[in-house]
């Protein structure tokens, strides 16, 4: 878990100048990544991580990402690894 959270915190805001612009939005920035990597049944936890995506200014594009990357675990854009992959699949099928 410990290399997953590092993983969030970088990819989120690597803090040099390779960091995309929306990174350096994210309202997640400086706070601990464990918070946007609960056990996703612990559904008081997973909507303290989402509350905080859904007021951040770049959660489309940290969506998108996630989506790109295939991000297998944590939230990212407000959405959890069950519902991203609930996503791709609907993309697949509309494709
Ligand atoms: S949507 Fe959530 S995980 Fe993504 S950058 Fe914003 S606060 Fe961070």
Redesign the pocket.
């Known amino acids: 878990m410990a290399q997953v959270l590092h993983l969030h915190r970088l990819v989120?805001d690597r803090g040099d100048e390779t960091t995309p612009a929306w990174r350096r939005q994210?309202?997640?920035k400086g706070l601990d990544p464990g918070i946007?990597h609960p056990d996703e049944e612990d559904v008081a936890s997973v909507e303290a991580a989402v509350a905080?995506?859904r007021g951040?200014p770049?959660?489309q594009s940290?969506f998108e990402y996630a989506i790109a990357s295939r991000e297998p675990d944590g939230?990212?854009?407000?959405r959890t690894a069950r519902e991203r992959r609930r996503e791709i699949r609907r993309r697949r099928r509309t494709a």
């Open positions: 989120v994210a309202a997640c946007f905080i995506c951040c770049v959660r940290c939230v990212w854009g407000g």
